[in-house]
């Protein structure tokens, strides 16, 4: 069966550097878009990265470009999101989701989730 599972998360501190991880089994994890959402205390869920199968394309919204990065690793079956400049605003809950379609058509619509890794900036 589909599993996702994040992990990385921990405290740091604002204008700090975080990556987290996401370890994928149970499908072909190269024939699929993979997003970062996150959820912060009290809000609702938040799309801020997706990246196609092969890693060349990727999305971001506007409120982290320039300071984190999505990546994959299709050999390990693992989806990254490098965090730079944090600030206490990105505190959530970061989960990692699959594009309900596979292919090289971004849907933006997301069928499985993993159970998300707690990532906290504050000093």
């Known amino acids: 069966q589909v599993q996702l599972v994040e992990s990385g998360g921990t405290l740091v501190q604002p204008g700090g550097s975080l990556r987290v991880s996401c370890a994928a089994s149970?499908?072909?994890?190269?024939?699929?878009?993979m997003s970062w959402v996150r959820q912060a205390p009290g809000e609702g869920l938040e799309w801020i990265a997706a990246?196609?199968?092969?890693?060349?394309?990727?999305y971001y919204v506007d409120s982290v470009k320039g300071r984190f990065t999505i990546s994959r690793d299709n050999a390990k079956n693992t989806l990254y999101l490098q965090m730079n400049s944090l600030k206490p605003e990105d505190t959530a809950l970061y989960y990692c989701a699959r594009d309900r379609r596979p292919g090289n058509q971004w849907v933006a619509e997301f069928d499985y989730w993993g159970q998300g890794t707690q990532v906290t900036v504050s000093s």
């Open positions: 149970g499908f072909t994890f190269s024939g699929y878009f």
């Open positions: 990246v196609n199968g092969r890693g060349v394309t990727t």
